[in-house]
């Protein structure tokens, strides 16, 4: 059965960073594309970050130069480095992958921006 769990998140000030992580269980991890999505109240879910099985990365235009999508396929975690963050990247965020025919999303966590 496969697991994303996350850590990470909180609550921080504008300019400041927070790094997220996802650790996936049950799959072979290294074969799969993955991503980070976030939903902010009030809004649908967004694509923000995604990287695939080859390490290959693309970012949502507002995050780009700012936040920076990693994977460990020896230890089966992905990340999300998030600098310069502002008020606007406040929202629930979530790992994500697409395997063995069905989706699997991680638990969500919270970041908040904010002075």
């Known amino acids: 059965q496969v697991h994303l769990v996350q850590s990470g998140g909180g609550l921080v000030q504008p300019g400041g960073s927070l790094r997220l992580s996802c650790a996936a269980s049950?799959?072979?991890?290294?074969?799969?594309?993955l991503e980070w999505y976030r939903q902010a109240p009030g809004k649908q879910r967004e694509l923000v970050a995604s990287?695939?099985?080859?390490?290959?990365?693309n970012y949502t235009t507002s995050v780009k130069g700012r936040f920076t999508i990693s994977r460990d396929n020896v230890w089966n975690r992905l990340y999300l480095q998030m600098d310069n963050l502002k008020p606007e990247d406040t929202a629930v965020y979530f790992c994500?992958?697409?395997?063995?025919?069905?989706?699997?999303w991680g638990q969500g966590t919270q970041v908040t921006v904010s002075s």
């Open positions: 049950g799959i072979n991890f290294r074969l799969y594309a």
């Open positions: 994500h992958t697409n395997a063995y025919r069905s989706e699997f």
């Open positions: 990287i695939t099985s080859s390490g290959v990365s």
